[in-house]
Structure formats: structure tokens, C-alpha cells
């Protein structure tokens, strides 16, 4: 059998299949190919995923760059750092969860008095939201891990905040009175930064004896030199590293067991005098409410008798009030009844005084009228000599005359004269009326004629 056959045998009893050393060797090239492109692809691209932003430097140049949003990068065998855009940070007593090493992260104080404190807590912390200062943080600042920013620069200056916090006050004040101010000072100083100190000589008032004692303390810079003024602000580490700290919170102030003794000891003491205090007070008050009681007993004798006196005064004076208004009214309606009285009888008076004068008045123009029409008869009986008036009355006498007559039958309607001739009773009448009439034209002084006297 050729050699070259027992060859072909051979690797074809190797591989377990029938294959020749061509197709053998491109297969393993092809396995090759495949493990180098499973090991080169994860390097050529990464994917951002959310709550997260990375940071690359490229494989050839070492220039920086980062993608703050999710979704695919490329990554061209470049170096990358992955960073949380938020985490929070725990400095507690007890672990914070499964992957906490340390049982007590919590941070030691130390107060201007001496004692010593453990503060718990929790802060939220923002990293950057800018590519510049995703990579200022790594390249300037030196974090080049999240883990190391947190270790190197987000704990530090919470401890030297709580640290600097605690030497403006004793361990008693920051567990009496001064708590809120304790956590609103440590939030500010994160914010800005830590405050800048100086020691003053100031009177303190002992908390239990209320006792005024000179000591030295450890007060807060200001702009204006105020106690309510501005704060002087030293150096802030997070300044320019694009971090923010949001929600700071302080659980727990754990004292030393002394130093829990000895506040214990000043509260009870502290208690004990104001129960004292309160029960002096309460003395006091029972003293001051007998003494009240009785100025109220004896006020209100007082007031009773003097009620009294003032009810008969009251009374006298609204008897005298009354009879006074009433005299007044009296007074006022004898008075109103006579200026009625003179009113009335001015009004009488005028009444008659104008009756009076009217009267005159009338009797004056009556007397006028009278004159007036006598002088009018006057001058009419002397233009005519009262012709109209004389006429009118002979007129009138005639008129009866005639009428009476009329109804008389004096003589019969025929007659005999004594001469044999007959003469009618009419003609008798006749003459009796014209006699009749020439005596009332006597009487009368009328004249037939119709003749008048000339005017003058």
C-alpha cells in the first residue's frame, strides 16, 4: 500500500470521519477564525445599560470618551469603565444588604466636649450627567472607579462634614436642643462646603442649673461677623467632580455607653429640676390661686355690697333723670301750648285785622260804587232829566191802570146821553185813564212834551 495512502488513513481514523488532510486543515482554520472573532467581538462593541453611563479610552490614541445614554457603543479594543448614575451610600450600624462586608459603616465624632458619637445615616449620590465631567472625575480628579470615588472622596467628605458639625456643640446639646440643627448644618456643608471656625469666649447657660458659666466654643464664621449672618465656606471636594449628594439623612446618634450615662444622668437631673421647678411653680400657683381665691371672696363681698349701692344709685338717677325729662316735656309742652296760644292769637288777630280791612275795604268801595252810581244817575237824570226812568214808571202805572180796569165793568158798553144821542162807556174810561195818567205825570213831574233841559 503507497504511503501516502496509510496517511490519508491514518487522519481519516483520527477525526473518526472519512475526510482529507485539505478539508482537516480548513476546518481547524475555520475553529481558529471562530475562537478569535468569540474573543474579538465582545471588544468591538458594548452595550450602555440603563441607570448607567461609560466611560472608554481608545485602544490606539488613549483618547477619553463616554456615552451617558443607554444603548450600543463602539468599543474598538478600548479600555471601558462602567459607572452607576446613582447610588446610595450607607454609613450604618448594621449591613446595608447581602454584599455588605462591614457590619458598622458608621462614622465616629468626636463633640467640643470630649465625647465620642457613632452617626448613622443614609445620602443619595448623583454622579456626573455631562461626557466632561464623566471623564474630569477619572482623569483629573484620579477616580478611576466608582468604588474608589465612593471610598476616596464621597466618604471622606461626609465624615469631615459630620466631624466638623460635631465639634460646634456638645454631645448634650445635639441630644436636647440642638438635633434639627445638627442635620440642617451637615446638609449644607455638603452642599457647599465645610464651614470655617473660629474659638470665642462666650457665656454658657448649664442646661439643668441653669447656671451662666464663661467657656470657650467653637462657633461658625460669617461674612458679616453675626451670629445670623453669612457663612464662610472653606474648600468643597465635590466642587467641579460633577457629584451631587441629595437626601442626606442622619438615622441614629449612637453615644459612647459614658457618655449615654452621663446624659441619662443630666436628663433625669434635668427632669428632676423641672419637676422641682414644677412643683414649686405648682406651689406657687396654689399660693397665688388661695390668695386669689380669697381677693375673689372678698372682691366679690365687695362687688355684692357695692352692687347694691350703685343699684339704689342707678335708680336715683333714673328717677331723676325721669322727673327731670319729664319737667323737660312739661316744660316743653307749656311752652309749645303758648307759643300755639300767641300764634294762634296773632293768627286771630290778622285774621280779624284783614276782616277788618277788608271790611273797610269793601265799605270804601261800596261808598265808591254808591257815589259813583249816584253821580252816574246824576248825570243821566240831568242829561235827560230822567226821561228813560219816567217813562218807565208811567209806563207801569199805565200798564196796571189798564189791567185792574180791564177787569172792572164799570158802565154798560152803550149809553144814552141826555142830549138822545148814544156815547159809548169806552170813551169814559178813556178820559178816566188819561186823567189817570196826567196825575201820574204830575206825580211824576214828566213831562210829554219829550222836551229836556240842555247839558251843562
Not at 9 to 26: A, D
Not at 374 to 390: C, F, I, N, P, T
Not at 403 to 416: A, N
Request: with cysteine; net charge neutral; glycine share 6%.
Amino acid at each position: 500500500m503507497p504511503r501516502g495512502y496509510e496517511d490519508d488513513e491514518r487522519s481519516t481514523r483520527f477525526l473518526g470521519i472519512n475526510m482529507s488532510p485539505k478539508k482537516i486543515f480548513s476546518l481547524i482554520v475555520l475553529v481558529i477564525i471562530a475562537i478569535i472573532a468569540m474573543i474579538c467581538i465582545p471588544q468591538l462593541f458594548e452595550t450602555v445599560k440603563k441607570g448607567t453611563y461609560i466611560v472608554k479610552q481608545a485602544a490606539v490614541s488613549g483618547i477619553m470618551s463616554a456615552k451617558m445614554t443607554p444603548g450600543i457603543m463602539w468599543q474598538g479594543f478600548g479600555d471601558i469603565d462602567t459607572w452607576p448614575k446613582a447610588e446610595t451610600f450607607f454609613f450604618t450600624s448594621e449591613k446595608d444588604g447581602k454584599d455588605d462586608i462591614e457590619a458598622d459603616s458608621s462614622m465616629e465624632v468626636q463633640f467640643n466636649d470630649g465625647s465620642i458619637c457613632n452617626i448613622s445615616g443614609t445620602a443619595r449620590i448623583l454622579m456626573p450627567v455631562t461626557p466632561d465631567d464623566a471623564i474630569n472625575l477619572i482623569t483629573v480628579k484620579g477616580h478611576k472607579t466608582y468604588l474608589d470615588a465612593e471610598n476616596k472622596l464621597i466618604k471622606p467628605t461626609i465624615r469631615n462634614v459630620l466631624r466638623n458639625t460635631a465639634n460646634l456643640m456638645t454631645a448634650t446639646e445635639s441630644y436636647m436642643n440642638k438635633r434639627s440643627q445638627f442635620i440642617s448644618w451637615s446638609r449644607d456643608q455638603i452642599q457647599n462646603g465645610l464651614y470655617s471656625t473660629t474659638t470665642e469666649t462666650k457665656e454658657v447657660t448649664d442646661l439643668i442649673s441653669g447656671e451662666k458659666t464663661w467657656t470657650e466654643v467653637t462657633v461658625i464664621k460669617t461674612e458679616d461677623g453675626t451670629i445670623n449672618g453669612k457663612p464662610v465656606y472653606q474648600f468643597n471636594p465635590l466642587k467641579g467632580t460633577g457629584i451631587n449628594i441629595d437626601n442626606f439623612e442622619i438615622k441614629q446618634f449612637r453615644y459612647e455607653e459614658k457618655v449615654d450615662t452621663q446624659i441619662a444622668a443630666q436628663q433625669a437631673a434635668r427632669m428632676a429640676v423641672a419637676t422641682s421647678k414644677a412643683k414649686a411653680q405648682e406651689a406657687e400657683q396654689d399660693k397665688i390661686t388661695i390668695e386669689v381665691e380669697g381677693k375673689a371672696r372678698v372682691s366679690k363681698a365687695e362687688y355684692a355690697e357695692k352692687e347694691k349701692k350703685i343699684v339704689v344709685i342707678v335708680q336715683a338717677q333714673r328717677d331723676k333723670e325721669e322727673a327731670l325729662i319729664k319737667a323737660s316735656k312739661q316744660k316743653e309742652m307749656e311752652t309749645i301750648a303758648k307759643e300755639e296760644a300767641i300764634i294762634k292769637g296773632e293768627k286771630e288777630r290778622d285774621i280779624a285785622l284783614l276782616d277788618s280791612e277788608a271790611a273797610a275795604a269793601e265799605k270804601k268801595a261800596n261808598i265808591l260804587r254808591g257815589e259813583g252810581e249816584a253821580s252816574r244817575k246824576k248825570m243821566v237824570m240831568e242829561a235827560d232829566g230822567a226821561l228813560q226812568l219816567k217813562a218807565e214808571t208811567w209806563l207801569a202805572a199805565q200798564e196796571i191802570y189798564a189791567r185792574e180796569f180791564g177787569k172792572q165793568k164799570w158802565v154798560p158798553e152803550i149809553q144814552m146821553a141826555s142830549s138822545g144821542t148814544a156815547t159809548s162807556g169806552g170813551d169814559a174810561v178813556s178820559k178816566f185813564m188819561e186823567i189817570l195818567g196826567a196825575k201820574a205825570a204830575k206825580d211824576l213831574a214828566f213831562d210829554l212834551t219829550m222836551e229836556s233841559k240842555p247839558k251843562q
